[in-house]
């Protein structure tokens, strides 16, 4: 049965790169089974209804600006999967959740950042997944466990966000130390995942320390992605940080697996 991961996506700078973040996710790369196909939900697809990419090849969004040149000459062409997504159309059916193809878009930085570290050929399927932070948590947990009956069949869903991620926030110039309030944040959050503690997780917003400023209101985007990989693990219910390391003060770097 293959897992499912919540993967950190950080700076687009982690695509040209090389530390021991990048490092890490190379390493996991070669290190998991192979999977048949790849369904990533991205912080940087937002949508009021779920979105399910159905593309034959898809193009590199460049969803940034104001970085290295040689960000914008990297090209992930990743192609796209229709059985599955048929697959997908039918398990969203199944459950109620409410959906809608998309055959245009491509892949975005939040996914083709962390699939070409993971899988830098490009040679895997992927199926593109929008996220929507207006759902509460148990909606978006819900939606991936729609989605739990794919993994028995070698597909890894990934959702790709930060557990700590206020653009605001984060120190530019930065000089290895981490901020105490994003520690105590990720250090909860830790707990409750290992116990999965779904009922205080999904009342994070009250619950969490420094959740305020550690997921603020304006980027719960980047945040939201973990329920839905955690629901794609829901017959399991195991969870276990894998990574966790820190950029600029306090864009955490963790990599969380489910199953």
Excluded at 241 to 246: A, C, E, M, N, V
């Amino acid at each position: 049965m293959m897992p499912s991961l919540f993967v950190a996506h950080g700076a687009p700078l982690l695509a040209i790169e090389n530390n021991e973040y990048t490092k890490f996710l190379t390493q996991l790369g070669q290190n998991m089974p192979r999977p048949k196909a790849v369904i990533l939900f991205s912080a940087h697809w937002e949508s009021n209804v779920q979105k399910v990419s159905d593309v034959e090849q898809y193009n590199t969004i460049y969803d940034f600006g104001g970085f290295d040149e040689a960000l914008y000459k990297i090209q992930y062409p990743a192609h796209g999967d229709q059985q599955i997504a048929k697959e997908i159309e039918g398990l969203f059916t199944e459950s109620g959740v409410s959906f809608e193809f998309d055959t245009q878009r491509g892949l975005d930085h939040g996914a083709w950042v962390v699939l070409r570290l993971l899988y830098p050929n490009a040679d895997i399927p992927v199926i593109s997944m929008s996220v929507n932070s207006r759902l509460t948590p148990d909606e978006q947990y819900k939606i991936g466990k729609a989605l739990s009956a794919l993994r028995a069949q070698n597909i890894l869903v990934i959702a790709s966000g930060g557990t700590v991620h206020n653009l605001r926030a984060v120190k530019w110039n930065d000089n290895g130390q981490v901020d105490q309030w994003a520690l105590e944040f990720e250090d909860w959050l830790a707990h409750h995942l290992q116990n999965w503690d779904l009922p205080s997780l999904f009342n994070y917003v009250s619950l969490a320390p420094n959740a305020e400023i550690a997921v603020p209101p304006y980027g719960s985007e980047h945040f939201i992605p973990i329920f839905y990989a955690m629901g794609a693990a829901d017959d399991s219910q195991k969870a276990t940080l894998l990574h966790r390391s820190f950029r600029y003060g306090n864009l955490s770097h963790s990599v969380w697996q489910f199953g």
